[in-house]
C-alpha cells in the first residue's frame, strides 16, 4: 500500500473562498489632532471581515498604509508634517484578501508635533556649549538635532542630535571650544518630517574637565558631620578613580542614618558648571540599593573654622550650588527598569551648579535619600567641569 499527500501552505487561510468582496465601510467620520487623525466608522456585515486598511500619500510623497483589525471601528492615520489637507482611501478586507469598493475621505491634521517643539525652542550659553529648552506638549518621540557652521567649507554641519520623548525639558550641548560660532537647530520626528531651523550666533563660556589627579578627601575631623567611606574596604577616591563599574564605588558604614556627607579637595579654585555621577550598574543595585535619589552640593574657598559648625547649622561658610534630584526616566517601580534607564545609567546622570555661585577650592556632598528607603548611599564615579581661576600650588598653599 502507498499513501501520499500534498504540500499544505499553513498560511492560507481556513475555509473557502467565495469570491465576495465585504461591503465598504461606512458613517466615516474624522477627528483631526497635532500632526494625525483618528477616522472612526462602521463596519460592513461580513462574516469572514478581517481588516480595514487605510491609503494616503505622506508628507514626504510617498505612500503609506495603516490597518485596523475587523474588532475595532476606528484607526489613527499619523505622522503628517504639515496641516495640508490628505485624501486617505479606506477598504473593507475579508481573510482572503477581496477588497471592498474604496471610500475616500479627507484629513487636516492639526499643528505637527515638530512645529509645535520648534516654536517652543530656547537657547541660553552655557559653559563648554549651550542649553536648548523645549516643550513637547503632545509627548511624541523627537529629535532634536544640532548643526555648527563649519569654520573651512562655511557650511552648516552636523553636530549632535538628543533623542527625546519627554515633554518638557532642557538639552545641553557641550563640548563646544569657547570661541564665536553659528548654530542651528531642528526638529525631526521618526516619519523624517523635519521643522525649520533655528539659527543663533554665539560664544560658549570656557569648560575645563577638573583633573582628578589633584583630588583629595578632606579628613571628616576637619569637617564636622562628614563621614568617612569605608563599607567593604573602599575609600572615598574610588568616587575619582576613573573606574566605573559595579564593584568599585564608594559607600559609608551600612546603616548609618542619612543624610550622608563628605568633602573633597580640588586642588584648584574654580568657577563650577556641572557634574556627572555614575551608579552601580549591577540587576539588584542600579536605580535602588544606595544609588542617590536627592542630594545637595555645596563649596567653599577655604574651610571654615571648625567652631563655626553646629549641629544647628552645619553649612555655615558653605554656599550652596545646587539641589538635585535624580530621576529614573521610565518611573518604573524599584527593581524595575527601561532601556532608557540602563542608557542614562551609561551615559552618566548630568547636574549644572548655580552659575552665579562663587569660584570654590572645597565642595562638598550631602546625600540626602538613596532610590531605596535603605539608610545607604554608593556611587561609582563623579566627574566635575568648571572654568578654573587659579591652578598654582604656591597659592593655594599646597
Known sequence: ?????????????????????????????????????????????????????????????????????????????????????????????????????????????????????????????DFGGFLISFEN????????????????????????????????????VRGLPDRENEFGIYVQDHWGNSSDTLVFTTTPYREDELDKEKFSAVNGSE?????????WQTSMDYLWNGVIDNWDYAEPFYPTNLPHRFTIDLGVVCRMSRMKDWQRSGDDVRWQHGAWRLFNVYGCTELPPLTEASADDPFKGWTLLGEFESVKPSGLPVGQVSDEDIQLLQDGEEFSFDRTAPAIRYIRFEIIAAHS??????????????????????????
Open 223 to 231: 569637617v564636622p558631620g562628614d563621614l568617612l567611606t569605608s563599607q
Open 373 to 398: 528607603t535603605m539608610q545607604h548611599s554608593s556611587m561609582s564615579e563623579i566627574t566635575l567641569w568648571g572654568q578654573i581661576e587659579d591652578s598654582d600650588p604656591d597659592n593655594l598653599g599646597i
Open 137 to 172: 506638549v503632545t509627548g511624541s518621540d523627537i529629535g532634536l538635532y544640532v548643526l555648527q557652521r563649519d569654520s573651512v567649507s562655511q557650511t552648516m554641519e552636523y553636530y549632535d542630535v538628543y533623542f527625546t520623548g519627554q515633554r518638557k525639558g532642557t538639552y545641553a
Open 1 to 125: 500500500m502507498m499513501t501520499g499527500c500534498a504540500d499544505v501552505d499553513l498560511l492560507h487561510p481556513y475555509g473557502n473562498d467565495d469570491g465576495v468582496a465585504p461591503g465598504p465601510v461606512s458613517d466615516v467620520k474624522v477627528r483631526n489632532w497635532s500632526g494625525a487623525a483618528t477616522i472612526s466608522y462602521r463596519l460592513p456585515s461580513d462574516p469572514d471581515l478581517s481588516y480595514v486598511k487605510a491609503t494616503f500619500t505622506g508628507t514626504d510623497g510617498n505612500q503609506r498604509e495603516m490597518r485596523a483589525s475587523a474588532y475595532v471601528d476606528s484607526l489613527v492615520i499619523e505622522g503628517f508634517g504639515d496641516t495640508r489637507e490628505y485624501e486617505v482611501e479606506l477598504r473593507a478586507y475579508d481573510k482572503f484578501e477581496n477588497a471592498s469598493a474604496p471610500v475616500a475621505v479627507t484629513v487636516h491634521p492639526d499643528t505637527p508635533p515638530i512645529t509645535l517643539v520648534r516654536e517652543s525652542l530656547e537657547w541660553s550659553v
